[in-house]
């Protein structure tokens, strides 16, 4: 059966196409969408209960109304009944009906209805076969002409042997067997009955309308708890997060406080306890690392004295092999001897200087130069300068203000570094790019594999593992970088895209300019 819809409103929800950032704000709008959920369901389930006692209360009350006047007027009419008959009856439960307003109709044995108001609204044909086939009363709600309607429909049974007449009665279309007629057959006449429910709807409107207006109100107090709730999550967790930047910074004694039993409390003392072992980690790694450094600057510093007279020794038997009076298996042992005491002899030099980068006792003595002349002199002291295998691209004045020195020492490592490592020939060049002067070197070698490119200027590190016996300590790199560091200079490693390694030592250009050299 059709049955009329009140209109309901509902509050429509807005979201932003972007989520709030900020932790705070999405708390505060997660508290209160979950405030505004429970009261819209709390306020649904509250008006939907309340619609449906204001209805079946409505319905209860016309039908125990209608009985009555049935009751009352059924027993004087004739049956069976004419049309003029059930006109004057329907005409006295309108009368009767008062503020309810009735609208009443009676047939007979399935007869039209007979309304005495014109212009009453048409009793459903449902409820029509629903009260013939049940025997009993049925309500249905309706429109008609835009308004809701109740709509009664009422059997009349008889109730004794003397043609007196009652009514079978239900309160709804599936109410119990035992609320038929309690005496005998039905009588044939069924009075209907429809009246507005102008007043109900008035009723429920004015519900939607208190909850509408108690919605803002209600999300207007969720904030205050939404706010304090906010604040009380954010506030350790901004601990944590300075307690972080702090040991990001190196403050590896930062602790926080952590006081009570929740969740945070817990993330607190974890993070001292993370803090602490940190501490202690780091505390035990500066120790051994210290030792370390330690352990190589008194070792290489011990060697120097017996290599020292090693060497003067291998130059002794060096020069005896050189003048052919000895043997020759002897020969060939003394130049291996002599070989390696100076290749020990360099990484013991080689650890020492690190050992003073470590220190941070290197000392540095700055002078104006012209790049072009460091590297003509580098080339030249190492005997490449007329090497075909490297080659000298110095086409314009570089002045820089550096340790001369030192930049010898970078220029050489990378240039020993190439012949060794790489193929001929090995170019050399100076450019001024603004404010800097870039010094390459570049080998046409097969180039520094890419796992190892991160690398190569870490101390003792050699690319190919599997030779790590060479002719360098593994300190060429590593110590050239640390002399372009105090230097104010940077030195990178690449790959050349047509093949080779290329090395850039980048300075800060000197604030006057040289003259050629």
Not at 59 to 83: H, N
Not at 195 to 203: G, I
Not at 349 to 376: G, I, N
């Amino acid at each position: 059966m059709r049955r009329f819809r009140l209109p309901l409103r509902s509050a429509a929800s807005v979201f932003r196409r972007h989520a709030p950032r900020g932790l705070r704000v999405r708390l505060v709008v997660a508290f209160l969408l979950a405030a505004a959920f429970g009261a819209l369901l709390t306020a649904g389930l509250t008006f939907h209960r309340a619609r449906a006692a204001i209805l079946d209360r409505a319905e209860e009350t016309a039908v125990a109304d209608l009985r009555t006047q049935l009751d009352s007027l059924a027993p004087d009419l004739t049956l069976p009944p004419t049309a003029e008959d059930l006109r004057g009856l329907t005409r006295q439960i309108d009368q009767a009906g008062g503020a309810r307003a009735w609208r009443a109709s009676a047939s007979y044995r399935g007869g039209e209805p007979v309304a005495a108001a014109p212009g009453t609204p048409p009793v459903p044909d449902e409820l029509r076969r629903a009260v013939q086939d049940s025997g009993r009363a049925v309500h249905q709600r309706t429109e008609h002409d835009g308004r809701p309607w109740l709509a009664l429909g009422m059997p009349v049974a008889y109730t004794d042997d003397f043609g007196d007449t009652g009514t079978g009665t239900d309160t709804g279309t599936g109410a119990d067997e035992d609320t038929r007629a309690d005496a005998g057959s039905l009588s044939g006449l069924t009075v209907y009955a429809v009246f507005p429910l102008d007043d109900d709807r008035a009723d429920i409107d004015a519900l939607v309308t208190a909850a509408e207006a108690g919605a803002v109100p209600a999300l207007a107090l969720a904030l205050v708890p939404a706010l304090f709730a906010a604040r009380s999550v954010l506030r350790p967790v901004r601990r944590l997060r300075h307690g972080a930047e702090r040991i990001a910074a190196g403050e590896l004694d930062t602790r926080l406080d952590a006081s009570g039993r929740d969740e945070l409390a817990d993330l607190t003392r974890s993070f001292n306890t993370m803090a602490e072992t940190l501490e202690r980690d780091a505390a035990e790694l500066r120790r051994l690392e210290a030792g370390a450094r330690r352990f190589a600057a008194d070792v290489a510093h011990e060697l120097r004295t017996p290599l020292a007279a090693m060497a003067a020794v291998t130059e002794v038997l060096d020069e005896d092999a050189a003048s052919g009076v000895l043997p020759a298996d002897t020969e060939d042992a003394v130049r291996l001897i002599s070989e390696e005491v100076r290749a020990l002899a360099r990484t013991v030099e080689d650890l020492m200087e690190v050992s003073r980068f470590d220190a941070k006792a290197a000392p540095v003595h700055r002078e104006d130069v012209d790049l072009r002349t460091l590297v003509t002199k580098t080339l030249q002291l190492r005997g490449w300068a007329h090497d075909e295998r490297v080659r000298a691209d110095l086409p314009e004045p570089a002045p820089v203000r550096v340790d001369p020195r030192r930049i010898d020492v970078v220029l050489g490592n990378l240039v020993a570094n190439a012949l060794h490592h790489g193929r001929p020939p090995v170019t050399v060049a100076v450019r001024v790019r603004g404010d800097r002067v870039e010094v390459t070197v570049t080998d046409r070698g097969p180039g520094i594999p890419d796992e190892a490119l991160a690398y190569v200027f870490d101390r003792f590190y050699k690319a190919d593992a599997a030779r790590p016996r060479s002719g360098g300590s593994g300190l060429g790199l590593a110590i050239a970088r640390e002399n372009a560091a105090l230097n104010d200079g940077s030195l990178t490693a690449a790959n050349h895209p047509d093949g080779g390694a290329v090395f850039t030592l980048t300075l800060p250009s000197a604030a006057s300019s040289l003259g050629t050299t």
